[in-house]
C-alpha cells in the first residue's frame, strides 16, 4: 500500500537523506521517498505491520514532524501560517541584524546611536534572533545530533552557536581575552545577520516553490462547485461531493460540467482545453462522452454521471500528477549520494579550517579561524543540491499537465530525452480506429447471391467479437437494416480471424492465415486481395461451407496530426517503426501514407512486447505508443511507455506518459519536455556543485595568502541562501518553454 504525506521541518538534500533512512528503517515499509521541493514524502508499506504513530515517531526521533492527519485545506492553511510566521522571524531578525551590525561594524559603529555600540544591548538583541528567530534550527538539530545524523540545521546552528557564545564571552569577561592579546570585539551581527539571511532565503524559496506547483492547485481550482440534479423531475442544485453514480445532471450554456458521463439527451460544444490542451471545442450529442471540469459553451444538455469523487478523469490527472511531483528521478539519485556524506565532510573541513588558521593564521588568529570556520559551516549547505532536480520536475509535469500530457513519473520524464527508436501501434493510434466498410467482393463460385448476404453473414459471425474491425462490419450491417442468422460453435483465432457454423453449415471469417488453415486455396482471389491491400485496405476473406464467398475491404482513416507526428520525428533524427497486425501490402500502404519506412507487419498481439525487446536488444532506446488492452505488455516492457487518452485504463496503466489530448504531435511535444526539463535539471546540478565546489575552498581561505581576501559568514550566508533562489527560479523559466 501506498500513503504520501506532507513533512514539516525539511529544508535541504540532506534532511531528504536522514527521513528516508528514517522511515525505512520501520519495519513492514519497503521503500520511502521525500520530496524537498514537495515537501512530502510517499512509502509503500503493509499497514498491517506499520501504524502512524510509528511513522510519525520514527521522524520525530530525528527532528521532522509528519502531517498524516491533516486535511488539504487545513494543510494549505498551515502553509500559509507557517509562510507568515517566517516573514515575521525574517523582518524582526534583519531589522535587529542591521541594528547590531550599525553598531559594531568599523565604518559604521562610528555614525550608530551610543547605545547600539553597547555590548550588552547588542547581546540581548542578537538573543531574540539566536533564541527566538533561530529555535526552529535547534529544535532540528538536537533530535538529529542524538540520532548521530546532520542537516543543514547542523550546520547553521553550529555555526551562529559558536559566533553568538564566543560574543556572549567577549560581553562578560573582555579583560580574559586582553590578557591573552585578542582585541574583545563581539560578533553578535555575524550570528544574527546569518539566521536573518538564511530565513530570508527560506522565505523567498517557499514563496518561489508555490509558483512549481502552481498546476496543482490550477487543476483542483478548475472544478465545479455544485451539480444540477434532475429528481422527480425537478432540477435540484446540490454540492459536487453529494453527486451519486446514475445521477441525471442538466447543463446549461457557459456552465462547468460537474463529473464525467455519458449525455442522454440535447447536444453542445464543450471546452475540454482544461483537461487535455486542445482549444477547438469539442461537438456533443446522444452517447458523447463529457469530462468534469470542463465548460459547456453553447446548447444544454442532459447526461448520466457514470464517474464521480476520486473516479472522474480530472481527479486522475491530479493524482497522476502529484505522484509525478512527488516521484524522484534517476539523475537526482547523484545529488542524495553526494549530500549524505556532504554535512559530516563538511564539519570536518570546518574543524581543519579552524585548526590550520589557529596555527598558521594571522593575529588575532583564534578569531580569524573562528570565522573561516564559520563561513565553511554555512557557505556549504546542500540545499541547492537538493532542489536543483524535484523543482524541475514539478515545473516540467505540470507545463505536461497543461498541454494534455500526463507524467506518470520522473524516471519516465527522465528516460524521455534519450529515445532513439519510436513504434507506434497502428489501430486507434495511427489511424482514428473507426474503420467503416468500403468494398464487398464475391467470388466467382461465391454461393452468395448478393453483397448483402455476405454481409449478413459476416456480421452475424462478427457480432460476438471485439475487434474494432468486427464493429465496422456490424455497423455496416446495422445500416443496411439485414437480418443476421444465427451462428453456433463461435471462436476467435487470435491474430487469424473467427469461425463458427450457420445453418449447420462452417463459417470463417479472416486473413489468409484463417484460410490455409481452413484447407482453402486463395489462388484466385489473390489479385483481388492485392487490389485492395494496395489501397491500405485491410481485408476478410469470407467462407461458407468450406468454399470462399466473398471479400469485405475496411478502412480505417489515418489521423489528420499522424503524418506531422511521424515527420517531426524524423526531424529530431528518431527511427519511426510501425506495428500492426495488418498483411505487408496493407500496413505498407499506411507506411508510405505517413513516411514510415520500417513497419513490422502480421504481428500477433501477444508478439508485440518480444518485437520490442528486439529492437532493445540491438542497443536502442525504445518508446512504444499504443491504445489498446493488447498494447499493455509492449507499452510495459518499452523503455518509455506512452498511452492515447481514448485508449484502456490497462494501456494507460501500463505506460509512463499519457496523451490525454489524443494529439499525437504530442509525442513530439513529450519528448521535447523531457529534453527541456533535463537541460534545466543538469544546469542546475552544474551550478549547485559549482557553487560549493569554489566557494568552499574561498570560505576556508585558499585566497588569503595570495590576495589577502578572507570571506565574511555573512557574505557566505548570501550566497548560500542566493544559490537556493537562483535553481528554483531556473526551474520556473521552464514554463516560458513553448512544446
Known sequence: MKKTFSISGMHCASCVTIIERSLTKVAGISSATANLATLQASIDYDPELVSDNQIERALEDVGYKALLHVQKDSEELTKQKELRDLKIKTSLSLSLGLLILWGSFPGLRETAPKLLTVSLVQLVLASVVQFWAGLVFYRATIPSLKHRSANMDTLVTIGTTVAFSYSAFVTFFPNYLENLGIPPEPYFDVSTIIIALILLGRFLEAKAKSGTSEAIRKLIGLQAKNARVVRDGKDIDIPIENVVLGDHIRVRPGEKIPVDGVVLEGTSSVDESMVSGESIPVDKMKDSEVFGATINKSGSFVYKATKVGKDTLLAQIIRLVQEAQGSKAPIQRIADLISSYFVPIVIMLAVATFAVWYIFGPAPSFVFATLNAIAVLII??????????????????????????????????????????????????????????????????????????????????????????????????????????????????????????????????????????????????????????????TVMILAYDNQISGLIAVSDTVKDTAHEAVSQLKKLGLEVVMITGDNHRTAQAIGEKLGIDKILAEVLPQEKESKVREIQEQGKIVAMVGDGINDAPALASADVGIAMGSGTDVAMESAGITLINQDLRSVVAALNLSRKTMRTIKLNLFWAFGYNVALIPVAMGILYPFFGVSMNPIFASLAMSTSSISVVLNSLLLKRVRL
Do not use: W, Y
Not at 382 to 392: F, H, I, R, S
Not at 430 to 438: A, F, M, N, R, Y
Not at 495 to 506: A, D, I, P, Y
Open 380 to 537: 556549504a549547505c546542500p540545499c541547492a543540491m537538493g532542489l536543483a532536480t524535484p523543482t524541475a520536475i514539478m515545473v516540467g509535469t505540470g507545463l505536461g499537465a497543461g498541454r494534455g500530457i500526463l507524467i506518470k513519473d520522473a524516471e519516465s520524464l527522465e528516460i524521455a530525452h534519450k529515445i532513439n527508436t519510436i513504434i507506434f501501434d497502428k489501430t486507434g493510434t495511427l489511424t482514428k480506429g473507426k474503420p467503416e466498410v468500403t468494398d464487398i467482393v464475391l467470388t466467382k463460385n461465391s454461393k452468395s447471391k448478393n453483397a448483402d448476404e455476405i454481409l449478413s453473414l459476416a456480421a452475424a459471425i462478427e457480432k460476438n467479437s471485439e475487434h474494432s474491425l468486427a464493429e465496422a462490419i456490424v455497423t455496416k450491417s446495422e445500416t443496411r437494416k439485414l437480418d443476421l442468422p444465427k451462428v453456433a460453435d463461435f471462436a476467435a483465432i487470435a491474430g487469424h480471424g473467427v469461425r463458427g457454423v450457420v445453418n449447420g453449415k462452417s463459417l470463417a471469417l479472416g486473413n489468409r492465415k484463417l484460410m490455409t488453415k481452413e484447407g482453402l486455396d486463395i489462388g484466385q482471389i489473390e489479385s483481388n486481395l492485392e487490389k485492395l491491400e494496395n489501397d491500405g485496405k
